[in-house]
T-cell receptor
Framework: EPEVTQTPSHQVTQMGQEVILRCVPI?????FYWYRQILGQKVEFLVS????????KSEIFDDQFSVERPDGSNFTLKIRSTKLEDSAMYFC????????????FGSGTRLTVV | DQQVKQNSPSLSVQEGRISILNCDYT??????FLWYKKYPAEGPTFLIS?????DKNEDGRFTVFLNKSAKHLSLHIVPSQPGDSAVYFC????????????FGGGTRLMVKP
């Protein structure tokens, strides 16, 4: 079964450093998403991306965050200057069509900011 | 912001019995609801969904019930199996053409053999 692949599974970074989280969505999917889950809290929407531009973003997704689809296969989330409170599990997801039905999530990247 | 709430952080059930997981929401504009299952070190996996025009949707052992007037939905698993032990998330969307899911906090289900 096709899957969404995220790398690395765990990343530790120093506060203030830039970090890039990588995702390979399912190959024929057109819509891409990032969510995060801070330990003990809810899974929260960050951003959706379609046709090489952001289609929706939450209040969490401020100027420190950016997303990019640099080639035909990868979808990345960059955090420009990490803070301690950015420590969370980050999930990438993709879907073939618009709408929330048919999302496939990756296994996540655990980001630890020290 | 508590638009979707799962008030029971955990639930323990005997194998073969029914598991009932509950979810409440406050935003009456939500019109599509989903349940996800999550194992440790994996991402959420879609389980079952329901549109607000229905009050019940069934898929094998899993049934979701929606009570719009009470802004409440529930997931029934019958019969429960040890492999069902996982965290279950309720999620809602403003419309199925939108892209954003709003999640509840999750309920950890433990099915005992």
């Amino acid at each position: 079964e096709p899957e969404v692949t995220q790398t690395p599974s765990h990343q530790v970074t120093q506060m203030g450093q830039e970090v890039i989280l990588r995702c390979v969505p399912i190959s024929n999917h057109l819509y891409f998403y990032w969510y995060r889950q801070i330990l003990g809290q809810k899974v929260e929407f960050l951003v959706s991306f379609y046709n090489n531009e952001i289609s929706e973003k939450s209040e969490i997704f401020d100027d420190q965050f950016s997303v990019e689809r640099p080639d035909g296969s990868n979808f990345t989330l960059k955090i420009r200057s990490t803070k301690l409170e950015d420590s969370a599990m980050y999930f990438c997801a993709s879907s073939l069509t618009t709408g929330v039905y048919g999302y496939t999530f990756g296994s996540g990247t655990r980001l630890t900011v020290v | 912001d508590q638009q979707v709430k799962q008030n029971s952080p955990s639930l323990s059930v005997q194998e073969g019995r029914i598991s009932i997981l509950n979810c409440d929401y406050t935003n009456s504009m939500f019109d599509y609801f989903l349940w996800y299952k999550k194992y440790p070190a994996e991402g959420p996996t879609f389980l079952i969904s329901i549109s607000s025009i229905k009050d019940k949707n069934e898929d094998g052992r899993f049934t979701v019930f929606l009570n719009k007037s009470a802004k409440h939905l529930s997931l029934h698993i019958v019969p429960s199996q040890p492999g069902d032990s996982a965290v279950y998330f309720c999620a809602a969307s403003l419309n199925n053409a939108g892209n954003m899911l709003t999640f509840g906090g999750g309920t950890r289900l433990m099915v005992k053999p």
